[in-house]
């Protein structure tokens, strides 16, 4: 938890600049080539799942859901996670995906993918998807392919190319 005067709000419109100067800064000009963006690419985030973090009138972190496909079967893809530099290690990002994948499981979703750091989103639940399981565009380490079921079981039987949801 953090001490901060933290605000979560689901996602607005009017957050986009915000947002993307937020990206730009943690994750450079590099990041459209990467597969989680490309499966993103043309899809809006689900604003009922996706949140920022504010505090005071500065919007400090942002934490998107997408709609994919896995195969034949609905999921989301979470992120990108990001928090401004200097409120790093403060507790935001832990709200903030806390914050989505209560709002997606109370939604009914099923599961929940990423590609990211293992160590990192282990806390909340995420675990390795199985090799061969999941297919992403483009080149990606499968080591950092993890998902978490919101329901009991929602992985059994998931495999196929993870694709944007239309």
């Given at each position: 938890m953090t001490s901060l005067p933290l605000a979560l709000l689901h996602e607005q419109p009017s957050d986009e600049a915000a947002i993307d100067y937020l990206q730009e800064r943690a994750f450079g000009p590099g990041r459209f080539a990467r597969s989680a963006y490309r499966l993103r690419e043309g899809v809006a985030p689900a604003r009922d799942l996706s949140f920022v973090a504010r505090v005071g009138t500065f919007l400090v972190g942002s934490n998107r859901m997408t709609p994919i496909l896995i195969g034949g079967r609905e999921a989301l893809l979470l992120g990108p996670l990001v928090v401004d530099p200097a409120?790093?290690?403060?507790?935001?990002?832990?709200?903030?995906?806390?914050?989505?994948?209560?709002?997606?499981?109370?939604?009914?979703h099923r599961l929940v993918m990423l590609v990211g750091d293992e160590p990192y989103y282990a806390r909340v639940g995420f675990t390795r998807v199985p090799a061969g399981r999941v297919s992403l565009p483009g080149p990606v380490d499968p080591r950092r392919v993890l998902w978490r079921a919101l329901v009991e079981g929602a992985e059994d039987g998931v495999a196929g190319e993870a694709r944007r949801a239309a």
């Amino acid at each position: 938890m953090t001490s901060l005067p933290l605000a979560l709000l689901h996602e607005q419109p009017s957050d986009e600049a915000a947002i993307d100067y937020l990206q730009e800064r943690a994750f450079g000009p590099g990041r459209f080539a990467r597969s989680a963006y490309r499966l993103r690419e043309g899809v809006a985030p689900a604003r009922d799942l996706s949140f920022v973090a504010r505090v005071g009138t500065f919007l400090v972190g942002s934490n998107r859901m997408t709609p994919i496909l896995i195969g034949g079967r609905e999921a989301l893809l979470l992120g990108p996670l990001v928090v401004d530099p200097a409120f790093r290690s403060k507790g935001i990002g832990l709200a903030l995906l806390n914050a989505s994948l209560e709002a997606a499981a109370t939604n009914g979703h099923r599961l929940v993918m990423l590609v990211g750091d293992e160590p990192y989103y282990a806390r909340v639940g995420f675990t390795r998807v199985p090799a061969g399981r999941v297919s992403l565009p483009g080149p990606v380490d499968p080591r950092r392919v993890l998902w978490r079921a919101l329901v009991e079981g929602a992985e059994d039987g998931v495999a196929g190319e993870a694709r944007r949801a239309a």
